[in-house]
């Protein structure tokens, strides 16, 4: 049982900034792990430095593959031979469950036949976090509700009113229709959340599940400027929206230099997570890897230059035409003559390969997604902090039921 991540007041080394801490120190010094990725650089600097883990990743089967993909905690333990710092990965990983149990969320989360037009997985997890709410105290906001469903379920669980900014009309629209049938105590508004003209309601508690990227971050900054009793939000897609460098949002961040400098490809590895994937869309991305690998390995030889050569998104049915169309529309679209002759047998392969070693190498770095995803929500946490928020950062449920599990509840004290 761990404590809460939780500043007591008056404390200016509080437990998230001691956490935060550690886990800077810590991340700056596996830079060289986490900053290059294997799809687009073959030969990371790691893999010269550290051949015996290099030749223990490639010797690894697909099984050992999955299985340390989907338990990271149980790869930093068996890698500690030759990255000795690893043994510092549970406990910076480690913060607190605020999901007190599954009788009260069964009780939170809204009934089957409620729950019209709600994926299964977004029924729970509203449930879930809405649980980790409780008590709530004042009306709330649902920030990107989409159709509502965290809303309708904050306002069934609490009895207290909520509204909910979306921006989508057709999502507002079918949203206030299952509000209206259900006899919700919500209201859907149209709004985008960005506009800097946004009128909020007075002494609100703002919620939201699953914001991306600067959708949250504009929500804490709301929340700060106009002092709102409280905030509760689990966030995703930190990339999204985002410019240049993460600029970090809280004093005590800004003032560490030099700070991580996470790029917007870095940002994205923190929610790059399959767990909740279907087989078949992992087979798919499996595939779309090699014929793009394999097109990479062609392309350096035909430019006589050892660089990758980003291309845009394909047209979805392209994988399924097969490696010489996939290489012939990607040529295409970088002005890339091909020569009468290629050995497409040999390039494909060549694409089977480097999927293999691409796999086995990002498992190494796909060790950081979670301690820089939590350095993220940490450095969220410091700036409502700065602010004079008590806050919690924990998880609101498994991560089985979506990998975006993290938490952070914020009171004004
Ligand atoms: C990842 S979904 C989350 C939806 C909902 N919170 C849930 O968990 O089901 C993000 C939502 O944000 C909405 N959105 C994106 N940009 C927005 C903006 N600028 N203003 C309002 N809503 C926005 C999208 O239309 C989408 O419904």
């Keep these: 049982?761990?404590?809460?991540?939780?500043?007591?007041?008056?404390?200016?080394?509080?437990?998230?900034?001691?956490?935060?801490?550690?886990?800077?120190?810590?991340?700056?010094?596996?830079?060289?792990?986490?900053?290059?990725?294997p799809f687009t650089v073959p030969q990371p600097g790691w893999v010269v430095d550290n051949p015996g883990l290099a030749r223990w990743l490639e010797q690894m089967d697909d099984a050992d593959c999955k299985r340390f993909e989907d338990d990271p905690g149980l790869l930093a333990g068996e890698v500690q031979r030759w990255m000795p710092r690893l043994v510092d990965y549970p406990a910076l990983t480690m913060v607190s469950d605020l999901q007190p149990g599954h009788e009260a969320i069964a009780s939170a989360t809204l009934a089957e036949r409620e729950a019209t037009d709600m994926p299964g997985r977004k029924r729970l997890q509203a449930g879930a976090f809405c649980d980790a709410l409780s008590p709530m105290s004042h009306p709330a906001v649902d920030w990107c509700c989409g159709k509502g469903h965290l809303a309708r379920t904050l306002s069934r669980h609490s009895g207290l009113p909520v509204i909910g900014f979306e921006w989508n009309p057709t999502l507002v629209e079918d949203g206030n229709d299952l509000v209206h049938r259900f006899s919700d105590p919500v209201v859907l508004q149209r709004q985008d959340v960005m506009a800097p003209d946004l009128s909020w309601p007075d002494e609100v508690h703002a919620t939201a599940l699953h914001a991306c990227g600067d959708l949250h971050r504009k929500l804490i900054r709301d929340v700060i400027r106009l002092r709102q009793p409280r905030l509760s939000f689990s966030p995703c897609c930190y990339h999204l929206g985002g410019r240049g460098t993460y600029q970090p949002l809280s004093h005590r961040a800004r003032a560490c230099q030099p700070g991580l400098g996470l790029s917007r490809d870095e940002l994205r590895l923190a929610v790059k997570e399959t767990v909740t994937a279907p087989q078949g869309v992992r087979r798919q991305a499996e595939l779309v890897r090699q014929l793009r690998l394999g097109f990479d390995g062609l392309q350096r030889v035909l430019r006589g230059q050892d660089t990758y050569l980003p291309l845009p998104p394909h047209p979805s049915t392209l994988p399924k035409e097969g490696f010489e169309a996939f290489v012939r529309w990607a040529a295409d679209k970088k002005g890339l003559e091909l020569p009468g002759q290629v050995d497409w047998g040999h390039w494909e392969q060549v694409g089977r390969a480097r999927s293999r070693q691409v796999r086995r190498y990002e498992l190494v770095r796909h060790l950081f997604r979670r301690p820089l995803e939590l350095w993220l929500v940490l450095d969220y946490a410091m700036a409502l902090e700065d602010a004079g928020y008590q806050v919690r950062v924990g998880t609101f449920c498994d991560r089985s039921l979506t990998p975006r599990n993290l938490l952070v509840d914020a009171v004004r004290a």
Excluded: C, E, I, K
Excluded at 12 to 24: A, G, T
């Design 1 to 37: 049982m761990t404590l809460p991540l939780q500043r007591s007041l008056n404390d200016p080394d509080s437990m998230v900034y001691r956490h935060w801490d550690r886990l800077n120190s810590w991340l700056a010094g596996h830079r060289a792990f986490w900053h290059p990725a």
